[in-house]
């Protein structure tokens, strides 16, 4: 995977930028700069606690999204949105919207390219 393929550098470019974002006409994928990602694709941000656990683009994307937005409405909205599960919690909310925006570098939770392709090359090779 490339920089230029990797969603999570999309997103972060495209926010430092103030690219467009869009969700399809059918909602399930994710347009950044004219490239379309599966919004379920998986990030190399690294939930709280977690060696192998990644948030989803879409959940990243929809803590950036609802920065302002109150607790309880960021959680109905990723509740509506079908992030029961997975979504970014409030109190992480504002570590990975300082990451998006550059205004952290947050490198004990992101996983450069090269350490996620070693990850996803054991979890391939396991018995």
């Given at each position: 995977?490339?920089?230029?393929?990797?969603?999570?550098?999309?997103?972060?470019?495209?926010?430092?930028?103030?690219?467009?974002i869009?969700?399809?006409?059918?909602?399930?994928?994710?347009?950044?700069?004219?490239?379309?990602?599966?919004?379920?694709?998986?990030?190399?941000?690294?939930?709280?606690?977690?060696?192998?656990?990644?948030?989803?683009?879409?959940?990243?994307?929809?803590a950036?999204?609802?920065?302002?937005?109150?607790?309880?409405?960021?959680?109905?909205?990723?509740?509506?949105?079908?992030?029961?599960?997975?979504?970014?919690?409030?109190?992480?909310?504002?570590?990975?919207?300082?990451?998006?925006?550059?205004?952290?570098?947050?490198?004990?939770?992101?996983?450069?390219?090269?350490?996620?392709?070693?990850?996803?090359?054991?979890?391939?090779?396991?018995?």
């Amino acid at each position: 995977m490339s920089s230029q393929t990797d969603p999570l550098i999309a997103l972060r470019q495209a926010i430092k930028s103030k690219t467009n974002i869009t969700y399809s006409s059918d909602s399930t994928q994710l347009v950044i700069a004219g490239i379309a990602f599966p919004k379920s694709s998986s990030t190399r941000y690294r939930k709280p606690g977690a060696t192998s656990d990644f948030y989803s683009l879409d959940a990243v994307y929809l803590a950036w999204l609802l920065k302002d937005a109150p607790g309880a409405e960021y959680m109905k909205q990723a509740r509506e949105r079908g992030l029961g599960v997975g979504f970014v919690s409030v109190t992480e909310r504002k570590h990975v919207v300082d990451w998006l925006e550059g205004a952290s570098s947050d490198q004990d939770r992101v996983v450069p390219l090269i350490g996620m392709w070693n990850h996803r090359l054991k979890w391939l090779l396991l018995p």
